[in-house]
């Protein structure tokens, strides 16, 4: 059987997580997205977004690299704006999948800014 390596990031809420002002928080969120697309264009991250309707309140959002090295991986993760300024941190793992499972589409829905 064959099957697709990529690096999976878990990002979380730490429990100690700074606070911010709003000003500061909207400002971390913008650079967390830029950089994230950044990667995404680079071709570093195949795949990132948000999570929903988790128990786990402190898990926030998913990132799949395509980097070929947990350390490399962990790496750009750790350079996120968002972990950098303490509102995130980082799980690093490999997943495994079926050739071309990220190629499938999902459900699109939209979400607010607030």
Request: hydrophobic share 40%; with cysteine; aromatic share 6%.
């Amino acid at each position: 059987m064959e099957l697709e390596s990529f690096e999976l990031i878990l990002l979380r809420r730490p429990p100690d997580a700074p606070g911010y002002d709003h000003e500061t928080l909207q400002r971390i969120q913008k650079e967390h997205l830029a950089y994230n697309a950044s990667l995404r264009a680079s071709g570093e991250i195949a795949t990132n977004g948000p999570v929903m309707d988790q128990r786990d309140e402190s898990l926030r959002g998913l990132t799949f690299y395509r980097t070929g090295s947990l350390a490399r991986a962990r790496e750009l993760a750790e350079a996120d704006p968002a972990v950098r300024a303490g509102r995130l941190v980082v799980d690093v793992m490999t997943w495994l999948c079926p050739p071309g499972a990220l190629r499938q589409s999902g459900h699109v829905i939209t979400l607010s800014d607030n």
